[in-house]
């Protein structure tokens, strides 16, 4: 099956770690998340260097910048 989202982190970023602790709840009710470092993406580090974490929806392309709240995600994943 194939990932909803990715969360967009590099290393050692606490944030990070903090974005994954909020998505858990709906990683354990089935969101499949990809976890990719903005250092392998083409021009990732000058796009989402001062962004990070991020959660990109797939399917619309759409991006939820951190600070993000439970809410927000459910919002998020909602929309068209």
């Not at 969360?7 to 606490?14: E, K, N, R």
């Not at 709840?25 to 499949?32: M, Q």
């Not at 392998?40 to 392309?61: A, K, T």
């Not at 939820?64 to 809410?71: H, I, Q, V």
Request: include cysteine; aromatic fraction near 6%.
């Amino acid at each position: 099956m194939s990932p909803h989202c990715q969360l967009l982190v590099t290393a050692a970023c606490h944030l990070c770690h903090d974005a994954e602790t909020v998505l858990m709840p709906f990683v354990e009710h089935g969101l499949l998340v990809e976890t990719v470092d903005i250092v392998e993406l083409d021009g990732g580090v000058e796009r989402y260097g001062m962004r990070i974490p991020v959660l990109r929806h797939l399917e619309s392309g759409r991006e939820l910048d951190w600070p993000f709240s439970c809410e927000q995600i459910a919002t998020f994943l909602m929309q068209d």
